[in-house]
Nanobody, 117 residues
Framework: QVQLVESGGGLVQAGGALRLSCAAP??????LGWYHQAQGKQRELVAA???????NYADSVKGRFTISRDNAKNTVYLQMNSLKSEDTAVYYC?????????????WGQGTLVTVSS
């Protein structure tokens, strides 16, 4: 069983920034991503990145969030700038192979991001 270790959540004021990290020790995955789930809502994609560096972002975070990865460390990062109250959610790291969907991949334990207005 692969354990993804997340860190970096917390409380921040609107307009502020946070950086999330997620490590998948000892394993190399094709696609790493971040999802968030606000209270009472479904989990949805925030951003994803392939091992080759191609990225995909939700429209709501384009221009504000940046996903990156360190393949040598099997770690993915999410730099979140200009945070808004609607970004408040639990953020989950996801790691999967190219042949699987996100649901078929591995998930981190989640880290809470709270943006106060």
């Amino acid at each position: 069983q692969v354990q993804l270790v997340e860190s970096g959540g917390g409380l921040v004021q609107a307009g502020g920034a946070l950086r999330l990290s997620c490590a998948a020790p000892g394993t190399s995955f094709s696609i790493l991503g971040w999802y968030h789930q606000a209270q009472g809502k479904q989990r949805e994609l925030v951003a994803a990145i392939t091992s080759g560096g191609s990225t995909n972002y939700a429209d709501s975070v384009k221009g504000r969030f940046t996903i990156s990865r360190d393949n040598a460390k099997n770690t993915v990062y999410l730099q979140m700038n200009s945070l808004k109250s609607e970004d408040t959610a639990v953020y989950y790291c996801n790691a999967r192979y190219a042949s699987t969907t996100a649901l078929g991949g591995f998930w981190g334990q989640g880290t809470l991001v709270t943006v106060s207005s």
